[in-house]
Structures are given as structure tokens and as C-alpha cells.
């Protein structure tokens, strides 16, 4: 299979918000901080505002996609089997999750989607909810429109440049604010760090300790440099396993972010019934 990483890719008039942000609407102004934010005759901006990619994705995509869309009937629907196999195929692949069954995976629109519903099933409304900063936007605003109280705990930069969580500061804060749910990002945006098992199980073991239930939100885990191994959080103990609802999704990497789809692992039977629950609030089909 042949990827191109570096054809530069015209995607004026293709449905981006990245390069063609809806200039002076409230919605540009709420993304991009300025909604009249305009490129000077011969420049393009710059969308560093937002997490899109800027390479084609991989021509099997858009062939299935062709190959599917050539039936004109486009009804309610259900997952396949085959979409179930294969993210357990996927996850056993690069993961390394052994024993994942269909029944522990859910489709979601969207990671945040399934960010705000797990914590919809964790929380009350105004409860404190544990973060790290620097915090994605994505969460800040999630969280904030639904209620919750943001309470961060600052990463910070070892002697060697690299960002670690403070544990120390995670704890003081858990105990201080009554914490009760934290979202984990894994790896995390902004900072780029792929945490190492030593560190997700440190953090797990707070969590334990102090009774928080976790979202780990692992969108950015197949797009990692060489080297470097993303643990899945639920796989560093059997209480994370069951402590945690983690998002996946295949938007980031393969630039699908406008199709939505995502899904979610719950191996704890209470959290998904719970979560399923909270997801059919909103009348989705599926
Ligand atoms: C950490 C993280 N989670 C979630 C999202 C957005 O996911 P979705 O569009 O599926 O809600 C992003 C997008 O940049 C992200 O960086």
C-alpha cells in the first residue's frame, strides 16, 4: 500500500473548516478566537486552531466508502459484524488487548460525545473534575457546557525537557475537591507525550485509591514516532480495566474527523449499561 505524505493537498471548497473557516461568524469566533481572522492577499492561513490532517487519506477509505455509496439505500443501521472484528482485530494488532468481545464496544459520534456521556454516568452537574493542563479545548469547552467544574492539575516539564504528571499535585487536589472523574488523554494533546506504562499505572493506582472513575481518551494513539508503544490505560491493571471508559477513534490518523465515527471499550458491564443509557438520550439510532 503507497501512502503520499507530501503532495500538498487543495482542500478549498471540499467541506474543511480548516481552510475555509465560516470567517465573521459567531462560529469562527468561538473555534478560531477571531472570527474575522483574514489571510492577506497571497497567504493562506494557517490552521493551527485545529487537529485536521492535511494529507489524503488511505485509498482503501474512499473505496470502500465509492463501493458502499453505489447502493442507493442509505436506511438505519447497525454496526456489522465485521466493523466489531475489526477493531478487536486492530486493537489486538497494534495494542497488543487480548480477550476484547464485541459486546464491550460501542460505535459514538465522536470522542467527545462519548467524553461527556461517560462523564454524564460518573458525575453530577457542578461536580469537580480532575484535568491535566495544558488541556485541549475540546475538553475544556465538553466539560464546560455540561456543568462540570474543571480543576487542573499543572503537567511539568523533568530535567530532561520531558512533561510529567505531578502526582503529588493530582492527589492534593483529588482529596481537596471531592474528585470523583478525571479524563485522561493518552497520548496527550497538547503535550505530545506518550506516557510510559510506569507513569499510566501511577496514575492508575491514585485513581484506585481515591475512588476516581476515568475517561481516557486515546484518539491520538495510532499516530505515534517510532520507538515510542501506546499502552491502552485499561490494560495496566484489571481494576483500571474496569475503572475506565476509553474512546478510540480512526478521525485523527486517517483524516476522517468529518465522518465522525468513533467508538468506545467498557469492559465493566455496569459502565456500559450505564453509558448506553446516557447515549440514547439523545434518540440516536444506534
Ligand atoms: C484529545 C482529543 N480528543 C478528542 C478530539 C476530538 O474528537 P471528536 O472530533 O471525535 O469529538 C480531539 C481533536 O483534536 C483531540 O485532540
Redesign the pocket.
Known sequence: MKYDFTSILDRHNMDSIAVDPPLGTPMAANFMGDSNATNKEGFDLIPMW??DMNFPTVPTIPAAIIERASHPAYGYFFPRKEYFNEIIKWQETRNDVKGLTAECIGY?N??????VSALNVYCSKGDNVLLHSPT?I??TKGLENNGYNIVHSPLVKDENGIWRMDYEDMEKKIVENKIHATVF?SP???CGRVWEREEIEKAMEIFKKHDVYVVS?E??SDIILNGYKHIPTQSVSEDARMRTVA?Y?P??TFNL?GL?G?YHIIYSKYLRERVLKESSLAHLTI
Open positions: 485545529v487537529a459514538e465522536g470522542v467527545i460525545g462519548g467524553v485541549y475540546g475538553f488523554c496527550h494533546n497538547p481518551d484518539i491520538w474512546l477513534a478521525s485523527k474527523a465522525v468513533s
